[in-house]
């Protein structure tokens, strides 16, 4: 049960720097007419939200296997 618990946290922060990875890209090729947007700047605050949540569990899953 440790190992899954250390291979689900390892897979589980792969994924949220994926996630951060695609922000990052989100931000810098974005056109100007939806970087005014309400809708463009929600989504993205929700994602970096997400993206921390996610992180914190794959770190907590990490450490529950020791």
Do not use: K, Q
């Not at 899954?4 to 974005?30: E, T």
């Not at 309400?38 to 992180?55: C, N």
């Amino acid at each position: 049960m440790r190992i899954l618990n250390v291979v689900c946290g390892i897979c589980v922060l792969l994924i949220s720097v994926h996630m951060v990875h695609a922000v990052h890209h989100f931000l810098g090729a974005a056109p100007d007419e939806f970087s005014g947007s309400v809708a463009y700047w929600g989504g993205l605050t929700a994602a970096v939200v997400i993206d921390a949540f996610a992180f914190a569990g794959g770190c907590l899953l990490i450490r529950r296997a020791r």
